[in-house]
């Protein structure tokens, strides 16, 4: 009699176990991709690679999904705005698995991952990333580890299960950030918060004290990077170093645009000419509010100005029209940033300059609601 129960106890854990795991088939896949050429087709070809790579493992057509595509809204980018559309199309799909372009994926371990959770649990699975100290990027929140938000690193792919996805969905119209830098942070700020929508209009400033959301839950096997060893640490993804392919573009096709203004001379351009500055030599100027010849800056014309610096942009973009359109690449910085010259022309070197470009740091301005999306290819 006990073995009799026993046995039926196993079997029954058995069923249930198998009506939680489900097949990749049950899972959607997305991959946040660029309306660009080059990227398009970077995005297509993954998308053929995965296919034939699922195909043998679904009894179904795989369903994947390019953020590219005429089916995604505006600000797809910032990854909330996907969250209706998705809810809507696939309301069967029990999770909803989210890439970048250069994410890879082995499938076999993926199932395998899939097949420690449960998906009819509100569960946001990823690589986990927190600040170590507070940074600006991030509106100075508390920092280091057990204080810090935790916010997915998105190349290495991260997951939703179907009951977050669709909850976040349905409250999505009380989100209302106004800024879009970081969307791997608004994205777990805004999980995390969302059951409290109602007191808060600016993430992640203010957040209110409830913080009954979801946290994000860190699964080592996605992996941040296509490290050697990486088979044997059992990784179900990875996201190799991107590299052009490339020749590097000939610096002499690049003009860098240097924004600064006079209270800043003194302490920031001799950092800038010692480091990255001789590595751009008779290719680089120095654009100003007053005209020094300490420092070589130009009068660019615009006075300097606490908010806003879209003139003194469009000044410098009118001045490499009229003096240096020769130059194939415009690159425009502020006099406090740090780049690498050898890494940027390699970069642009798997660029047509003959096709309208523009690249840099994404913004939003309430993205989510349509209203304003920089869109640009990010650089990296």
């Known amino acids: 009699m006990r073995r009799s129960t026993g046995w039926l106890g196993f079997v029954f854990s058995a069923f249930l176990l198998s009506s939680v ?100 649990e509100p569960l946001f699975l990823g690589h986990a990333l927190w600040d170590t100290q507070p940074t600006i990027l991030h509106h100075y929140v508390p920092a280091g580890r057990g204080e810090a938000l935790v916010y997915p690193h998105f190349p290495s792919g991260w997951l939703l299960s179907s009951p977050l996805l669709h909850r976040a969905a349905s409250v999505l119209h009380k989100f209302n950030p106004n800024f879009n830098i970081d969307p791997q942070y608004e994205l777990a700020s805004f999980l995390k918060y969302m059951s409290s929508l109602d007191a808060v209009s600016f993430f992640p400033e203010a957040p209110p004290r409830s913080n009954d959301g979801v946290l994000l839950t860190h699964v080592p096997e996605l992996c941040m990077a296509d490290e050697e060893g990486g088979a044997k640490r059992g990784c179900a993804t990875s996201c190799p170093q991107r590299t052009s392919g490339h020749a590097p573009v000939d610096l002499t096709a690049v003009w860098f645009a240097v924004k600064t203004c006079e209270k800043y001379h003194h302490a920031r351009l001799p950092v800038l000419a010692q480091t990255w500055g001789q590595d751009a030599a008779g290719s680089i100027g120095y654009y100003s509010d007053v005209e020094d010849p300490a420092y070589f800056t130009s009068n660019i014309g615009v006075p300097n100005t606490e908010q806003g610096h879209c003139r003194k942009t469009m000044a410098i973009i009118h001045k490499f029209y009229r003096d240096y359109l020769h130059r194939q690449w415009l690159v425009i910085v502020d006099d406090d940033t740090l780049l690498s010259v050898r890494q940027l022309v390699s970069v642009l070197g798997g660029y047509s300059a003959s096709i309208p470009t523009l690249m840099g740091e994404v913004y939003g301005y309430k993205a989510h609601l349509g209203w304003y999306s920089t869109e640009l290819l990010p650089l990296v």
């Open 21 to 120: 795991v489900g097949d990749l088939e049950d899972v959607v896949f997305i991959v946040v991709s660029q309306n660009h050429p080059l990227h398009s087709a970077i995005a297509e070809h993954k998308k053929n690679f995965w296919r034939e790579r699922l195909v043998p493992l679904t009894k179904n057509e795989p369903v994947i999904l390019l953020t590219h595509e005429a089916w995604a809204p505006s600000g797809a980018w910032t990854i909330a705005p996907l969250f209706p559309v998705l809810s809507k199309q696939f309301a069967a799909a029990k999770w909803f698995f989210f890439a970048s372009e250069e994410t890879e994926v082995d499938f076999h371990k993926l199932k395998k991952v899939l097949e420690r959770y449960d998906f009819r």
